[in-house]
């Protein structure tokens, strides 16, 4: 399921709504022990044009929102 997800984000990195809606599926859809190496791997990926959507979704994770 982790390189499902990975690959959707690439192919719909070109829309920020998309690719923020898109992430937070992504996350229901991942097992909580790969959460860890998702959020590097994104950062690592998309980092330099989506940050702070980035910052916003896995900060409402951690706060368990």
């Given at each position: ?46 980092s ?18």
């Open positions: 399921m982790l390189d499902y997800v990975k690959m959707i984000l690439l192919k719909v990195s070109f829309s920020k709504a998309l690719f923020e809606k898109e992430l937070r599926k992504a996350l229901n859809m991942i097992l909580p022990a790969e959460i860890k190496d998702f959020r590097r791997w994104c950062y690592q990926q998309f330099r044009i989506y940050r702070r959507v980035l910052k916003r979704v896995f900060g409402e994770l951690s706060l368990g929102a």
